[in-house]
């Protein structure tokens, strides 16, 4: 991990509830997959090329990760992800402690909003539509949840409500109810994506795609782009770690579609792996967390300078471009 993300990530448990602070660090089960994810980097090493006489691009190719409850972390939540995140783009959490109204308003650059299929689709078309009042780009369809995992930190702590005054903001006055929980269905299928396709112009991105043929499927289905993606080790125990799944997805994809790999990314080493791998962009999820319980708007702010930094330097040293041929195993 670099050195300033392990900093903010040791402030941030010092300041968050212990209970809070094992919601978004705890994974599924043993926690196998959610070391993995990180561990799937040190495995991997770039050759350099050299004397390639080529400019460093000024972008960073990184999207925050919708992840839930930012309010448990800092009185202003989201609202200072938001501010922070500047031109990158924020994927914002369905479960987002502020509505999404108020996180693009916050925004200077893109928002997205990720989304998980209801039961009743006229509450997952009532949340589209707040969606695109708000005025965000695109939608992005988590697909990896048919039931909520089994968080073992969670269940010990008791942890299944959130503190008073706070509340999953968009999960409001919806289809007549006041506050609706958000549910999970095993029942949800490629026909779901294929309705909300019917009903928003906005591009679909599917996230937590793990098999090359549900990537083929998703490219059939008319999506604007996958993300591999397990929850950040949330959701299932038994999966690979997500850079270990990246390589045949964009084969099957073929470059159709962008792909971006969400998981475990830690530095900007980890972001020129995976776009050697293949990967367009790559989602962070805890580092903005962490982040932001540190310091607020600056600390995310400060997640987001010291990756672009780190990663520039690291393309630099690769001869300014990242290519397959370029990616060894560790001995």
């Known amino acids: 991990m670099n050195p300033v993300l392990a900093e903010l990530h040791d402030k941030a448990r010092a300041v968050l509830d212990p209970v809070h602070y094992d919601f978004f660090a705890g994974g599924v089960g043993d926690e196998v997959v959610l070391a993995d994810n990180e561990a799937a980097f040190r495995r991997l090493a770039l050759l350099p090329r050299v004397l390639r006489g080529n400019g460093i691009s000024q972008d960073l190719p990184v999207l925050i990760s919708p992840t839930a409850f930012h309010r448990l972390a800092h009185p202003d939540g989201e609202l200072a992800t938001a501010r922070a995140a500047g031109g990158t783009t924020l994927v914002s959490s369905m479960a987002s402690t502020v509505p999404i109204a108020e996180v693009v308003a916050a925004a200077t650059g893109p928002v997205w909003f ?45 942890f299944h409500d959130l503190p008073a005054g706070l509340a999953a903001e968009n999960m409001r006055d919806l289809a007549g109810v006041a506050l609706r929980n958000i549910e999970m269905s095993p029942a949800v299928s490629w026909e779901h994506l294929d309705r909300l396709r019917d009903v928003t112009t906005l591009p679909l991105w599917v996230k937590g795609v793990l098999h090359p043929q549900d990537a083929v499927l998703a490219v059939g289905h008319g999506v604007a782009g996958v993300v591999v ?98 990616v060894v195993a560790r001995c």
């Open 229 to 326: 993606s397990n929850h950040g080790g949330r959701q299932l125990d038994l999966v690979p770690a997500s850079l270990d799944a990246l390589p045949a997805v964009v084969d099957a994809v073929a470059g159709r579609v962008p792909v971006v790999l969400d998981g475990g990314v830690r530095s900007g080493g980890d972001i020129a792996l995976a776009l050697a791998l293949g990967a367009s962009a790559v989602g962070i999820g805890r580092p903005v967390l962490w982040g932001l319980a540190a310091d607020g708007e600056q600390g995310v702010r400060r997640v987001l300078d010291v990756l672009r930094d780190e990663y520039r330097h690291v393309l630099a040293m690769c001869g300014g471009e990242l290519t397959r041929d370029m």
């Open 114 to 158: 990720q989304l998980y299929v209801q039961p009743d689709m006229d509450v997952t078309e009532a949340l589209v539509r707040r969606a695109e009042r708000a005025g965000c780009a695109a939608l992005v369809v988590t697909v990896d949840s048919p039931v909520f995992g089994r968080h073992r930190r969670d269940i010990a702590h008791g």
